[in-house]
């Protein structure tokens, strides 16, 4: 018995892509208790960071240089927790992992994006994985726009 892959079907979204390479694609989705939360998915199924081949974490690490450079430059973050917790996947049977890195932007200075500001009231301390602040579609896409305008 398969399973279907939540992440898969997430990444067939494009409404939500900051940015799209050859392996990686990173999206965002309406949870900004963080603002610019993002998820940068392997494209291709592959279950561990071990099957990572060397043109996927250059590629990776490309992407990395340009998201900071971007978030700093459209909101101030500073900075980009990155994490790849994957244990999501293995909560039921059958277990289907897909490799993922979460972003969770930090700011000293609370931004505002449509006429909202985002407060990280933990900022300097480890964040509230818990936290939730769902915003609108037509938010999710100024943030979005923001940052692929910074992306280069």
């Not at 430059?73 to 994490?83: D, E, M, R, T, V």
């Not at 301390?125 to 896409?141: L, M, P, Q, T």
Request: charged share 25%; with cysteine.
């Amino acid at each position: 018995m398969s399973k279907v892959c939540e992440i898969c079907e997430f990444i067939k979204n494009p409404q939500n892509q900051i940015i799209e390479t050859k392996h990686w694609t990173v999206g965002i989705g309406d949870n900004h208790a963080y603002l610019g939360r993002a998820y940068v998915t392997l494209k291709s199924h592959k279950e561990s960071l071990g099957e990572l081949n060397d043109e996927e974490w250059k590629e990776y690490q490309q992407l990395v240089v340009k998201l900071e450079k971007a978030y700093k430059q459209a909101f101030g973050a500073s900075p980009l927790n990155w994490g790849c917790f994957m244990n999501f996947a293995f909560q039921s049977k059958p277990y289907n992992p897909h490799v993922h890195w979460h972003i969770y932007p930090r700011y000293e200075v609370a931004p505002t994006v449509s006429g909202i500001t985002f407060d990280d009231p933990l900022y300097g301390k480890f964040y509230d994985n818990n936290a939730e602040r769902i915003v609108s579609g037509s938010v999710v896409k100024e943030i979005a726009d923001k940052l692929k305008n910074n992306l280069e």
